[in-house]
């Protein structure tokens, strides 16, 4: 369909729909999925494992470059791994979650994964998707297709609450599920290191009142509308 294979990024708040959104993309359009939050996460789960103080942004720092973080990019079945050991349910628990703002705001942890993300994307064979909140201003400023997804903070944190109490016993509340997402989208968009942020080129969608499904085939649309207006090779 394209003259190299296609780069789609897809940013913005947590709960808009970015993963749900870019693994079905993915999955449709034969594409690979990346998933640049479970590396933040991954990163995190080991700094809490080793005992480093995650709000010592120097501590941080000293050892950003010591795990061996690798994602599985297979939007059916992606996979995270530290070391070797296989990290998808640890990286989703609240001491994770509430850790994550302060190691990903710390310039040497953003510049290793960074890389990562840069290096996955380069060799991806059939295009990839790649979610986060920095993907089109700073990861992959020439992505051929940049999507910002937004919607409200009540229906945001309605869908997160409900994913963890599908998933998670004993899961916070919607009001406090509300309050940390808040908090964090805060502590993402105020960083000074590439911040949660829409790209100038990047086409934003709000998905408050839109289905998954709408999303997705609202993206799709973008994604094929883009790989007909390449060059042919
Ligand atoms: N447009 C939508 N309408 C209703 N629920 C949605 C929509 N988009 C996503 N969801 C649900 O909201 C939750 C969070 O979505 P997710 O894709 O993980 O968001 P993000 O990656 O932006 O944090 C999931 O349970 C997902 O199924
Ligand atoms: N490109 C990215 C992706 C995530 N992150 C950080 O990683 C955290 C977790 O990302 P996530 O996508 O798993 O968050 P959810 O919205 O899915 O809970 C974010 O709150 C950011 O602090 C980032 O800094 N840059």
Do not use: C
């Amino acid at each position: 369909m394209s003259a190299h294979p296609v780069i789609v990024a897809i940013d913005g708040p947590s709960g808009t729909g970015k993963s749900s959104t870019s693994k079905a993309v993915a999955a449709r359009l034969g594409m690979g999925y990346l998933d640049t939050g479970a590396q933040y996460r991954a990163i995190t789960w080991w700094m809490l494992s080793n005992g480093v103080d995650v709000n010592d942004p120097a501590a941080v720092a000293a050892v950003a470059g010591k795990p061996e973080i690798i994602s599985g990019t297979d939007p059916l079945a992606p996979t995270i791994t530290v070391d070797g050991t296989d990290v998808a349910g640890p990286i989703r628990t609240a001491e994770v979650t509430g850790a994550v703002s302060a190691v990903s705001a710390v310039p040497a942890v953003r510049t290793r994964i960074t890389e990562l993300q840069r290096t996955i994307a380069a060799e991806a064979p059939a295009g990839i998707v790649v979610e986060g909140r920095d993907i089109g201003t700073t990861v992959l400023p020439g992505a051929d297709v940049k999507i910002f997804l937004t919607a409200d903070p009540e229906a945001r944190a309605a869908r997160r609450s409900g994913e963890l109490r599908g998933t998670a016993p004993g899961a916070p509340d919607l009001a406090a599920t509300r309050e940390a997402l808040i908090k964090r989208d805060a502590a993402d968009s105020g960083r000074t290191t590439s911040p949660l942020a829409k790209a100038d080129d990047a086409t934003e969608l709000d998905t408050t009142e839109l289905t998954l499904e709408q999303v997705i085939s609202w993206v799709i649309t973008v994604v094929e509308d883009a790989g007909r207006k390449q060059p042919r090779p």
